[in-house]
């Protein structure tokens, strides 16, 4: 597969840190205690294959900054032990009982676990061993959350967090979601919606990426691309955090889906980019409070 764009600059920021921590390893028994060596960066470079260079036979493993895992269910997979094409070929996982899981066991039921993993290489392989978005099914969802978070309110990491989302109208962007949902995927795994993973903190700590999870809906008549966070801002929050909430959007809006900054989206079953916090979606009467970028 041929990378472009904001796909290939995610992808490869997914590598970067592993490209850069690579310890030198001395096996020379010649060299003296302490004595270094002279390492030929030229051919020992000539000899390293990644997935960008050799698809199958690559034999270099880039780990992810977190590991993740994909979830999956569609009508067909409801009541069912065992999910139907397109993820039958993967053996299944037992979902973690933690007590997230407990508290969302109704909802959980009919997710399927598909399969964890935690280098680009498996991501690549699990990707082009699944049915795109474009040919799912009506109504089915394909959920790619951190290792050991659920796709569900319940869980700790998301009850106190939100989702940007929008909605796209099925018989307009049906040739595009499968390339942005690739994208979402990959802006994701290699963590760019959140750029405070990358800057400097005076405690030494990183901070926890705002990102949990990202999710493709099919539906009749339109598909809906979300991403969760682990917080929301709200009345009592500081600036800072919004500002940090809309970056995401931001993001999301312009380097991964490709839209301009002021571009207007909304129309006939289509949404802006937007905002809601999982609490606010509970409420009724139009008292949620929506960011839209």
């Known amino acids: 597969m041929t990378l472009s764009g904001p796909a290939l600059t995610a992808s490869?920021?997914?590598?970067?840190?592993?490209l850069a921590e690579q310890p030198p390893v001395n096996d020379d028994e010649s060299l003296e205690p302490g004595e270094i060596q002279e390492v030929d960066m030229q051919s020992q470079a000539e000899t390293i294959r990644t997935v960008f260079n050799d698809p199958?036979?690559?034999?270099?493993?880039?780990?992810?900054y977190s590991p993740w895992t994909l979830w999956f269910d569609s009508p067909q997979t409801k009541g069912r032990n065992m999910p139907q094409t397109p993820i039958s070929a993967f053996p299944q996982t037992p979902v973690p009982q933690t007590p997230g899981v407990a508290a969302a066991q109704g909802w959980?039921?009919?997710?399927?676990?598909?399969?964890?993993f935690d280098s680009v290489e498996e991501f690549w392989g699990l990707y082009n061993?699944?049915?795109p978005p474009s040919q799912l099914p009506?109504?089915?969802?394909y959920y790619l959350f951190k290792e050991g978070i659920i796709p569900a309110w319940e869980d700790e990491a998301n009850k106190n967090g939100g989702k940007w989302s929008i909605q796209l109208p099925k018989d307009?962007?049906?040739?595009?979601?499968?390339?942005?949902?690739?994208?979402?995927?990959?802006?994701?795994?290699?963590?760019?919606?959140?750029?405070s993973l990358t800057q400097a903190d005076p405690s030494g700590s990183p901070p926890n990426s705002l990102i949990t999870g990202v999710?493709?809906?099919t539906r009749p008549q339109f598909y809906r691309l979300s991403i969760w966070t682990r917080l929301a801002p709200s009345s009592a929050e500081d600036d800072k955090l919004r500002e940090r909430i809309e970056g995401v959007g931001k993001h999301f809006k312009m380097s991964v889906l490709g839209f301009s900054?002021?571009?207007?989206?909304?129309?006939?079953?289509a949404t802006e980019v937007e905002f809601l916090s999982h609490k606010d979606s509970e409420k009724k009467g139009g008292k949620a409070r929506k960011i839209i970028v």
Do not use: C
Not at 12 to 18: D, F, G, H, K
Not at 56 to 64: E, G, S, Y
């Open 261 to 269: 900054e002021g571009q207007k989206l909304a129309g006939p079953l």
């Open 12 to 18: 490869r920021a997914a590598l970067s840190a592993a």
């Open 138 to 141: 009506q109504k089915a969802n």
């Open 129 to 131: 061993n699944i049915v």
């Open 108 to 116: 959980m039921e009919d997710i399927k676990r598909v399969i964890s």
């Open 56 to 64: 199958t036979n690559f034999n270099v493993k880039h780990p992810l």
């Open 172 to 195: 307009k962007n049906r040739a595009h979601v499968d390339k942005m949902w690739l994208y979402t995927m990959l802006a994701a795994i290699g963590e760019t919606f959140d750029p």
């Open 215 to 217: 999710i493709v809906s």
